[in-house]
């Protein structure tokens, strides 16, 4: 089946740092979607990217289908942005969402 | 719009017990729902696919009689454990995509499942 690596597996910032996510898949997909989980378990979806580059806020990504790659951008990283960021990819709309080990990450004031 | 509801959010029961768990699509209709199952610090992972009026897809080494699913209508998929053991405790989580076009999944906000 379809492998999802994400990089990196931990991360600690200083608040108001940036920083990039990875996400490689290993075929190719027609949904890609990230999301960040609350420490109460909710997946809030960050952004439904299969291909191109979106912008929310201080938040954006970029999926690079033909290199099978997506990155999540965080700039001026807030406590609030705390949790595990998941890429989550799918062959088509009716396969499932196969979901990568996820990045802790720890913004520390 | 796309809203996905699950309920309850938190079950604590003795071990035997059989729990039932919802998912409702609440603004759209999902053929195809989702469950997966999240332990402690690790990912989530597929456990079975529901397809509204058919049997659902288990993965392997997810067991149908412990883990009975029914989609009856288009915006309901149920996840039962049934005779439920402290090791069936974990996150379990349901997804929904709508029917048309090339659209995201949504989730619901998840059970935490605790067997003592």
């Known amino acids: 089946g379809i492998q999802v690596e994400q990089s990196p597996p931990d991360l600690i910032l200083q608040e108001g740092a940036n920083s990039t996510l990875r996400c490689n898949f290993s075929d190719s997909v027609n949904n890609l979607q990230w999301f960040h989980q609350n420490p109460w378990g909710q997946l809030i979806n960050l952004f439904y990217?299969?291909?191109g580059t979106k912008q929310n806020g201080r938040l954006s990504a970029t999926t690079v289908a033909t290199e099978r790659y997506s990155l999540l951008y965080i700039s001026s990283s807030q406590t609030t942005d705390s949790g595990v960021y998941f890429c989550?990819?799918?062959?088509?709309?009716?396969?499932?969402?196969?979901f990568g080990k996820g990045t802790r990450l720890s913004v520390i004031a | 719009g796309a809203v996905v509801s699950q309920h309850p959010s938190w079950v604590i029961c003795k071990s035997g017990t059989s729990v039932k768990i919802e998912c409702r699509s609440l603004?759209?209709?999902?053929?195809?729902m989702f469950w997966y199952r999240q332990f402690p610090k690790q990912s989530l992972m597929l456990m079975a696919t529901s397809n509204e009026g058919s049997k659902a897809t288990y993965e392997q080494g997810v067991e149908k009689d412990k883990f009975l699913i029914n989609h009856a209508s288009l915006t309901l998929s149920t996840l039962t454990v049934t005779s439920a053991h402290p090791e069936d405790s974990s996150f379990y989580i349901c997804?929904?995509?709508?029917?048309?076009?090339?659209?995201?999944?949504?989730f619901g906000d998840g059970t935490r499942l605790s067997i003592l």
């Open positions: 989550a990819v799918a062959f088509s709309g009716n396969t499932p969402l196969v």
């Open positions: 603004d759209f209709q999902a053929t195809t």
């Open positions: 990217i299969p291909s």
């Open positions: 997804s929904a995509r709508q029917r048309v076009g090339n659209q995201p999944q949504h």
